[in-house]
C-alpha cells in the first residue's frame, strides 16, 4: 500500500470524498437505526411536549414559552441583519431571506406544538376538575 503522500492530488481529493460518504453513511444509518429520522421536525420544549401530565403551571409556562420564542425569532433576525449588512455582498441578502424564512417555519411550528399541548393540558385538567367529587 502506497503512502498518502506518494498519491496525486485527485487521488487524495478521491480518497478524502470517500471518507466523508462513509462518515455520512455512518451517520444516516445510525439516525436511521435509532429512530432519529422520525422525530425529525417535532420541537420538543416544556409545554409543548405531548403526553406530559397536565401541570397546574402550564399556564404559566405556556406564556413563558411563547415569551421566549418570541426573544429568540427577534433575536435571530437581529443577527441574520447584522452579519448581512456587515459581510456587504450580494449574497448576503440572499443567505438572509433564506434565514428568515427557515425561522419563520420554525417558529410557527413551536408555536402550534405550545398551542396543542395547551388544548390538551386544559382538557386534561378540566376532566380532573369534573372526576373530583
Do not use: C, H
Amino acid at each position: 500500500m502506497s503512502r498518502l503522500e506518494d498519491l496525486t492530488f485527485p487521488r487524495r481529493i478521491l480518497l478524502t470524498l470517500i471518507i466523508v460518504l462513509v462518515i455520512l453513511f455512518a451517520l444516516a444509518a445510525f439516525g436511521y437505526f435509532t429512530g432519529g429520522w422520525e422525530a425529525q421536525g417535532q420541537y420538543r420544549i416544556q409545554s409543548a411536549i405531548p403526553g406530559e401530565p397536565a401541570s397546574t403551571w402550564d399556564t404559566r409556562m405556556f406564556a413563558l414559552d411563547r415569551d421566549a420564542l418570541d426573544e429568540a425569532y427577534k433575536d435571530y433576525l437581529k443577527k441574520l441583519f447584522t452579519t448581512m449588512l456587515n459581510a456587504g455582498d450580494v449574497q448576503a441578502s440572499d443567505r438572509a431571506v433564506v434565514g428568515a424564512k427557515n425561522m419563520r417555519r420554525v417558529y410557527i411550528k413551536v408555536m402550534e406544538a405550545i398551542d396543542m399541548r395547551e388544548k390538551a393540558s386544559q382538557e386534561e385538567m378540566a376532566r380532573k376538575r369534573q372526576e373530583q367529587p
